[in-house]
């Protein structure tokens, strides 16, 4: 059973996808991002449900994606996405490598958005994102960033963070507030050898909003002491 819906999954979340990309292209090209917000949800609340999870909020009320604000998550599977914009109401945006933008349609509906590109092994590059990023921030956009810079192998335990996330949230002085997802990792495992297509294992997935923190409670703090304390949160 579990393999008839890893493949049903990996053959209809494609079509789903591509489907979606299409009726959204207007809408990017017009940057309007409430709508592209709101058909996003509606694609993360089917890839969920394809996948068969459910998703539990814990926190809700702290979310505060309707104001200049850093969201900080780890990251332990390509299903944290659609997790995540699958319930979170108000448009942001989000920091995403580079490759991605080499798709044209996808590209189109990224920049649609307001998403940033990050070009990871080119720092000079990389400190650009990261002013365009902040620049968003202070002009009114919510911006969600993976400081692991990848997904996790291991579920019980996060990567060192990279500081470039905290180095925005110290130029753009806005809140910044962390977000934990549990069993994204264990839904879909990323290291699955042998297997040509991954296998998926539906159950609950836990997302937990932790309270903002102001830009005044960690303005004594450098990037890398503010990037070392939410580690220890998430």
Known sequence: MQSIRSLWFWVSAPVFTLSLSLIMMPFALLRARRILHRVAMFWGQIMVKLAGLKVVV???????????????????????????MSFIDNPYAYMSKASLYRVPLFSSI?????????????????????????????????????PEGTRSDRIDSLIAFKNGSFILAKKARVPVQGSTIFGTGRALPSDQPGRWFPRLRPGQVRVVIHPVRSPESYEALSAAELSDEMHRLL
Not at 64 to 83: A, K, M, T
């Open 110 to 146: 990224l920049h649609g958005i307001g998403c940033v590109p990050v070009e990871r092994g080119d720092r000079r590059r990389s400190m650009q994102s990261l002013m365009q990023a902040a620049d968003q921030v202070r002009r009114g956009r919510a911006i969600m960033i993976f």
């Open 58 to 84: 814990e926190n809700r009320d702290l979310l505060h994606s309707d104001r200049p604000i850093l969201f900080v998550v780890n990251h332990q599977s390509y299903l944290d996405v659609p997790v995540l």
